[in-house]
């Protein structure tokens, strides 16, 4: 069975229950304009996104793939911080950390996509557009997550008290939760995205599992370095030194 385009009417009914949660939330007094501007602009996003890949995977230029790569760690970077108090007395505000967090996407996400690209699927060319894109955008998201997690739960642990070393462990078992609960999960609960794609697409089951095998492996390794790069790259700021 080919797969089908899903038709403009039949996509508009995930929204009605969208709606009654986002209703949910002004009634509980959560931030509902937040999430509304979430759902907007994941809306605008991808429906750009997709004239920008046909774009992009008809390119030939390395240049243009490493462009957009770039603006994914840039972006990325700097979302991972949106859970932060601005002018944290210890750890300062979004801006002053957000070099930490370029630095840390940049070289746990930049390693590891090397390494599946380069030495697992050995593509030809190098930044061949159709794999290097997507793995990308998965790669940096989970260390975008992870990091906007550690950052969130090491300022909530300093603010109480907590020093440096109890916090970091804190926020680094926090950064590694929704991966590890989603290794746990994966083949018994849930069939992720990419093994469910290529199933729907014809590729046989064995053949999808050795890919998620890969994927799994990729996000665990950007969760867990790009986060222990930004818990260290902190220790200076919230840790002041010893005085002689």
């Known amino acids: 069975m080919p797969i089908e385009i899903i038709p403009l009417e039949r996509l508009l009914l995930i929204f009605i229950p969208t709606i ?45 793939v490493l462009g957009v790569l770039l603006i994914m760690v840039l972006a990325s970077s700097w979302i991972s911080l949106n859970t932060l108090i601005d002018d944290h007395p210890l750890m300062g505000g979004r801006s002053s950390l957000y070099p930490l967090a370029l630095i840390s996407i940049g070289i746990g996400g930049g390693l590891t996509l090397i390494l599946v690209t ?56 926090t950064a590694l939760i929704p991966i590890v609960n989603s290794m746990f999960a994966v083949g018994l609960v849930s069939l992720p995205g990419m093994m469910t794609g290529q199933i729907l697409s014809g590729v046989s089951p064995f053949i999808a599992a050795r890919y998620q095998i890969m994927v799994m492996g990729m996000l665990f390794c950007a969760s867990g370095i790009s986060s222990a790069i930004f818990l260290m790259l902190l220790k200076k700021r919230v840790q002041p030194p010893v005085s002689s």
Do not use: C, H, N
């Open 20 to 64: 009654a949660i986002v209703w949910l939330m002004y009634r509980w007094g959560l931030p509902y304009r937040k999430a509304s501007y979430a759902i907007v602009r994941m809306l605008v996003q991808l429906m750009l996104i997709g004239y920008a890949l046909v774009m992009i995977f008809g390119s030939e230029s390395s240049l243009l």
């Open 118 to 173: 380069q030495l697992v699927l050995r593509l030809d060319p190098w930044y061949y557009p159709r794999y290097m894109v997507p793995l990308a955008g998965m790669i940096f998201a989970t260390a975008m997550t992870s990091i906007s997690l550690a950052a969130e739960r090491l300022q909530s642990e300093l603010q109480q008290g907590a020093s440096y070393d109890e916090g970091r462990t804190a926020a680094y078992r």
